[in-house]
């Protein structure tokens, strides 16, 4: 049977970096909706059109056009094994649209871990992020900087900040998130698969934990 885990948390909470992290560990493809958004929208298709009138607000992409992005990422042959899901679901309404997915793919969502940051935490993290235009290399002018500013150390292509990480709209995606987003943590509460990660802790903490919930996890199934 394929497995399929959901990382939830608020938009900065490291969410990519340790799905990253899990997909290596088990061989299985890290489905993001925000890299799905962007090749939709570098493509030029008519979902990228729409996804990027919302995007570039810092608001959610209507569902219909999220999910038929989804649905058509796990038709492609890497995702027979399951994957691992970072930004999908983001509504109640999503989450049952990737059960009715999952039913059709022969499987389930076995394990959400939930990652969580104090909000001024997400907020550096997120407003001080920037993206090289060649390869989409990230930097962090505090954690990560670049040896020279505004250019990426690996390939020599500018760095700009994305619509999404400029500070105003990172302080609407919170609020948005908590708003939207936030009610799938009783969602999946309630049908005892969420686990709470604490995602203040160095990253490779954060690793740990999440793995030996998942082992745990499989262990009582």
Not at 72 to 92: N, Q
Not at 199 to 206: E, K, M, N, R, T
Request: with cysteine; net charge negative; proline share 6%.
């Amino acid at each position: 049977m394929p497995i399929y885990i959901v990382l939830l948390g608020p938009p900065g909470a490291g969410k990519g970096t340790q799905a990253k992290v899990l997909a290596a560990e088990f061989g299985l493809p890290h489905i993001s909706s925000g890299d799905i958004f962007r090749e939709n929208i570098r493509t030029g298709t008519d979902m990228g059109k729409v996804a990027q009138t919302f995007i570039s607000k810092g608001e959610l992409v209507p569902d219909d056009v999220t999910i038929a992005m989804i649905q058509e990422r796990f038709s492609r042959p890497d995702c027979v094994a399951g994957a691992i899901l970072d930004g999908f679901p983001r509504t109640p309404a999503q989450a049952d649209a990737l059960d009715a997915m999952l039913k059709h793919f022969g499987g389930r969502v076995n394990l959400v871990p939930f990652i969580t940051a104090p909000t001024e935490v997400l907020i550096e993290r997120l407003a001080g992020r920037w993206t090289c235009r060649a390869a989409g290399h990230i930097f962090h002018e505090r954690f990560n900087p670049p040896q020279k500013t505004g250019v990426c150390d690996i390939d020599g292509s500018e760095l700009y900040q994305r619509d999404d990480d400029k500070a105003e709209t990172v302080m609407h995606r919170i609020e948005v998130y908590r708003e939207q987003t936030a009610p799938l943590i009783d969602y999946y509460k309630n049908r005892g698969i969420l686990a709470e990660i604490n995602g203040f802790a160095p990253i490779g903490d954060v690793s740990a934990h999440l793995m030996e919930v998942l082992k745990r996890q499989a262990e009582e199934e």
